[in-house]
């Protein structure tokens, strides 16, 4: 197989949207790179637009196609480990043990010799997360931010500069507040946490907590991002189950049935 193929699996099926902007800009080097400037013609470079297709994006309105998923997630992930200003060895194994527990072996080998040429480049976050916001439905978006969140403490800590990036990513692709704080508290475990991950105040009622799980439980119901691939609606499962802990930790503490 070809790397041209392999790498196609990840990136090259569905993309679309992905391929011009600032995302395309920052694929379209990485795979000159990669592939020897793209010998097949198929991308041109367009010096206002970033690199793009010289076919029509084919993007859907309403849902985000696999690869425009994985392009962007790589970035974001690039833009996060960079964001302290230094790159390690082991920070790129955890991160590489992060994908394979979450799209398995192959998937992973290519995301992290993805990630080695996306981490040369220079990444302009606010465009990139424009064009994300312009183009993404919102429960890939939060995917998106789950997975990011994963992949700063793959090492079991998270940098401030890190945590200060992330939270920038949320603003910019103009994620709900409290949908940031709920997924941020799955991962920075305090007091309030599992009122936090529920989007309550610990001074709601039983009534409303019970409100509140069932309505978080339909916006992180993983298949919300099934079209993404029935790997990525796995991973997406992580989100229910902490909710369903939250839940589980308010109910025994208020003694609720």
């Known amino acids: 197989m070809t790397a041209k193929k392999t790498y196609g699996k990840w990136i090259g099926g569905g993309l679309g949207w992905a391929f011009g902007g600032p995302i395309g800009g920052i694929l379209g080097f990485v795979f000159g790179s990669m592939y020897d400037g793209m010998q097949s013609g198929k991308y041109a470079h367009d010096s206002s637009q970033g690199w793009s297709s010289s076919q029509s994006h084919p993007y859907s309105d ?25 790159i390690l060895k082991s920070e790129l194994d955890f991160v590489r043990s992060y994908f394979i527990k979450q799209f398995g072996v192959d998937n992973a080998n290519e995301n992290i010799k993805l990630l080695k040429e996306i981490l040369k480049q220079n990444i302009n976050v606010l465009d990139v997360c424009l064009q994300i916001r312009h183009y993404m439905d919102y429960a890939s978006r939060l995917q ?5 969140f994963g992949i700063s403490m793959a090492d079991g800590q998270m ?25 941020k508290a799955m991962f920075l475990k305090e007091n309030g946490s599992a009122y936090q991950i529920l989007e309550i105040s610990s001074n709601a009622t039983d009534a409303e907590v019970k409100k509140a799980y069932r309505a978080m439980a339909v916006k992180y119901h993983p298949d ?11 991973a997406a499962e992580e989100k229910l ?14 003694g609720m049935n």
Not at 68 to 75: K, N
């Open 144 to 148: 998106l931010l789950h997975f990011l």
């Open 224 to 234: 919300k991002v099934s079209h993404l691939g029935d790997d990525i609606r796995k």
């Open 159 to 183: 940098h401030p500069k890190e945590l200060n990036i992330i939270d920038q990513i949320s603003r910019y692709m103009d994620l709900d507040r409290g949908d940031f704080l709920s997924i």
């Open 241 to 254: 189950q902490n909710l369903n802990a939250a839940y589980d930790q308010i109910k025994k503490q208020r």
């Open 62 to 86: 309403t849902q985000t196609q696999r690869g425009d998923f994985g392009a962007s997630l790589l970035i974001l992930a690039a833009a996060v480990m960079k964001a302290d200003d230094k």
